[in-house]
């Protein structure tokens, strides 16, 4: 579950957390700040699992099996999965300090270079955080079977895809089970009868008829959980990093109420409650409760609601930060709280209208009330880690072409990551306000959430088989094992999950199925597309064959032509030069491209070459971002690309007359040198000598800041007359302007084809394409330096 919530960030963390570098200073602060932003959802787990678990599926009884079986559940989940399989396994399958789904498929196709992204390259491989390893690896033979056939490609990208939908699936479902099941106190702590009686365990025959009344409890609960719901997705425009401070002790504080309390309970009801850990508790559950009991595995699995966050928010912490803090605080918290449940319900023989009343029955009745404030701000901490996560992960697929463009706001000038989409965050607030609505109670919602949480679980276990044997390079037995053993556990939660179909568990389904279907159109059209590119490109012998002035009149200035091609030239300029009699003196074919990695050094950012020999004055430039990566600004992005053709220029053979472009320098961005070379007063020829790096100097004028940035030309004595002259028309050209020459297209199916790709292409994609945003770097071109070249892709 690709929970990225960045209210917390520190500088310096989103590049492979270099744990054994810092002190143990740094160490606790980091965790004590993952509380806050890790930790949330998975605190507020015991508001609703022991009411989602007792729900209808186990008959009430007068002994305490029922309610040690459950606590033994509880307690092993917690141990076996978030401790074990996270905390000691899956936190160390890190992609360069990043976690999640992605990181793992992205891992993945790094080592088996199983990606379908579109346009690849070997250059790719050769950048820093392109970790490979050789044929001789243990997983040598499941490496070259994922390589040859598509279809398991495809099925492992469907996989991450079946993941992702699951997570955004959450994002809908765990605000609403979180604020309702913290709201669902009020008629508890409202009812003047519950006072009188509770505290002491005297007439429970009164409350219990009060909270059947079922609507009652729904004149207070729903409204009030929609108003919290509304008013949390409202402030996602403002970003977290202004309120990111409070979420921290926010959770330590509930965490230390809902510990005391469990401290309490067990003192004062059954302190020999602790003999429910033993595992022989679950087997004796099973065979009492039979059906009953293996459908409340559906709730049981609640309490490991939000460990994926562990590894989704890697990238933001530490893993010896994320470690100690739950194993030293998060992990005993809520073993105590969940003891304390169980042994206030093994002396209040409740368990069958236990979902009524829910997590706040066992709350002492002079503390109720501050305990329903602080469960309201920590459901709403840990909501806002699933929402953020869900705009995260989205990013990511967008990214990696497996979701429609979508407007991207970074809320934080300062915190790396933390983002806003308005279309996602209204999307599933109509989503959660309609699910809270519509069901009206914690037991379909919590069916729901659970299918969702261990869906996400079990793509996670398999994909980080598959890591185990390709990327460590462990035997493929041990992934064996790591499979069957969690897998076998997930399995039994999944089918207790998957059998409530009707109950609730059919929402998360529904969601992904729509996730999914738009994810797959939006990825098969975009290969479709590039395929198209591909085999319509023009030849570059068609452009020698116009000569230096590609028979037309070259005016003064620099066209910015976007093309997703990283080699040849796009049918969309033989095109415009048909149809146009005049171009620039400086044509630059721009390919903005992502790689499988979560970030891209600004060193490493830019691939330069030419087009044509020199006289043509043709470059191409691939600019590559990671997953994870954030876009310049228009005026940053253009005065790095200016740069990065410069220093091609600069250091390009003097003899060298490329007549292909299969050549590609690796040129850094002018944020990766500080220091810039100062002009001599003297021509080029004579002047003193200069520094070994140089930067094309920015002097930004106080009008028109947007448009008009001057760069100063360098001189050296290294640098030969023909590139000077190559630099001074490229300094010149950039000070006429830069016009962009972006594509419009129209994706058609080609006649002959099938009714199901004609539907997919004509209807699907293209509404996709029609109502989706443009790429990132078109948002901020001004409309009057635009030109748009319509062209028919019959695909």
Not at 632 to 652: G, N
Not at 741 to 751: D, F, L, Q
């Amino acid at each position: 579950m690709a929970l990225r919530h960045p209210a917390m960030d520190l500088e310096g963390w989103n590049r492979g957390n270099p744990i054994k570098k810092e002190s143990w200073r740094t160490v606790l602060t980091l965790a004590y700040q993952s509380l806050g932003v890790v930790y949330g959802d998975l605190s507020t787990s015991p508001l609703y699992v022991y009411k989602s678990t007792f729900a209808e599926d186990i008959q009430h009884s007068e002994s305490n099996e029922e309610i040690y079986g459950v606590l033994s559940f509880v307690f092993w989940t917690l141990t076996l999965i978030p401790l074990l399989k996270y905390v000691f396994i899956v936190l160390r399958a890190d992609d360069n300090g990043e976690g999640g789904t992605f990181a793992l498929y992205s891992l993945l196709c790094r080592h088996a270079r199983v990606s379908t992204l579109p346009n690849c390259q070997l250059a790719d491989e050769e950048l820093s955080e392109y970790k490979n390893v050789g044929d001789k690896s243990p997983g040598s033979s499941l490496k070259s079977t994922l390589e040859k056939h598509r279809v398991l490609q495809r099925v492992l990208l469907v996989l991450a895809l079946i993941g992702t939908c699951m997570v955004i699936g959450d994002g809908v479902l765990t605000p609403a089970i979180s604020v309702f099941s913290a709201v669902s106190g009020l008629e508890l702590s409202m009812s003047k009868e519950h006072h009188q009686y509770d505290f002491f365990g005297v007439c429970y025959e009164d409350r219990v008829q009060r909270f059947r009344s079922h609507n009652s409890s729904i004149d207070v609960e729903v409204p009030v959980a929609c108003i919290i719901l509304v008013f949390l997705f409202a402030l996602q425009h403002y970003g977290t990093h202004r309120l990111g401070f409070l979420f921290a002790p926010i959770v330590i504080a509930w965490l230390a109420c809902i510990s005391a309390i469990g401290v309490y309970n067990i003192i004062r009801w059954n302190p020999h409650v602790y003999k429910a850990l033993s595992p022989y508790y679950m087997y004796k559950f099973l065979k009492k409760t039979q059906r009953g009991g293996w459908m409340s595995l559906g709730g049981i699995l609640l309490c490991i609601t939000g460990s994926e966050a562990m590894f989704a928010d890697l990238g933001h912490f530490s893993q010896l930060s994320i470690k100690i803090a739950f194993t030293f605080v998060v992990y005993p918290a809520l073993i105590l709280a969940y003891m304390g449940q169980a042994a206030y319900l093994s002396r209040h023989h409740i368990i069958e209208n236990y979902y009524h009343i829910g997590f706040y029955v066992s709350v002492p009745e002079p503390i109720r009330w501050p305990v329903l404030a602080l469960a309201v701000l920590a459901a709403v901490v840990g909501s806002q880690a699933i929402i953020t996560g869900t705009f995260s992960i989205i990013k990511q697929c967008s990214a990696l072409g497996c979701f429609p463009r979508v407007k991207i706001v970074h809320t934080s000038p300062n915190i790396h990551g933390q983002i806003y989409i308005p279309e996602i965050n209204w999307t599933l607030m109509v989503l959660c306000l309609a699910v809270t609505i519509g069901f009206r109670n914690t037991k379909h919602i919590s069916n729901a959430a659970g299918l969702a949480v261990i869906t996400v679980m079990l793509v996670t276990t398999c994909l980080m088989s598959l890591v185990i044997v390709l990327c460590w390079r462990r035997n493929v037995f041990i992934a064996l094992c790591f499979i069957l053993f969690f897998g076998s556990i997930e399995a039994l939660y999944f089918s207790a999950s998957l059998i409530k179909f009707l109950d609730g568990a059919w929402v998360p389904i529904a969601l992904s199925l729509i996730f999914l279907v738009i994810m797959h159109v939006w990825h098969y059209g975009t290969i479709k597309k590039y395929e198209f590119d591909v085999q319509n490109k023009v030849s570059i012998n068609w452009l020698l064959s116009l000569g230096p002035n590609l028979g037309i009149v070259r005016v003064r200035g620099v066209g910015l032509i976007h093309t997703e091609l990283v080699s040849g030239i796009p049918a969309m300029f033989s095109h415009f030069v048909t149809n146009l009699p005049a171009f620039h003196q400086v044509l630059i074919f721009l390919c903005i491209k992502s790689v499988p990695v979560p970030h891209v050094r600004p060193e490493e950012r830019f691939l330069i070459g030419r087009i044509g020999p020199k006289g043509y004055r043709i470059y191409r430039c691939i600019a590559r971002y990671g997953y994870r990566d954030i876009h310049k600004d228009d005026v940053e992005f253009e005065k790095d690309l200016i740069f990065s053709i410069a220093e091609f220029i600069r250091s390009d053979q003097p003899d060298c007359n490329i007549e292909d472009d299969e050549r590609m320098t690796v040129v850094g961005t002018s944020s990766t040198n500080t220091e810039g070379v100062k002009m001599p007063e003297g021509d080029g020829e004579n002047s003193s000598e200069m520094e070994e790096t140089s930067e094309l100097r920015e002097i930004m004028p106080p009008e028109k800041p947007r448009k008009r940035v001057k760069f100063l030309l360098p001189e050296s004595p290294k640098i030969v007359a023909s590139a000077l002259e190559e630099m001074q028309e490229l300094m010149e050209a950039r000070e006429a302007g830069l016009a962009f020459i972006m594509g419009h297209c129209y994706v058609r199916a080609k006649s002959g084809s099938g009714l199901i790709k004609r539907v997919v292409i004509n209807l699907g994609y293209d509404f996709l394409r029609r109502n989706s945003r443009g790429p990132t770097y078109a948002l901020g071109v001004p409309h009057a330096s635009t030109l748009e070249v319509g062209m028919i892709y019959n695909v």
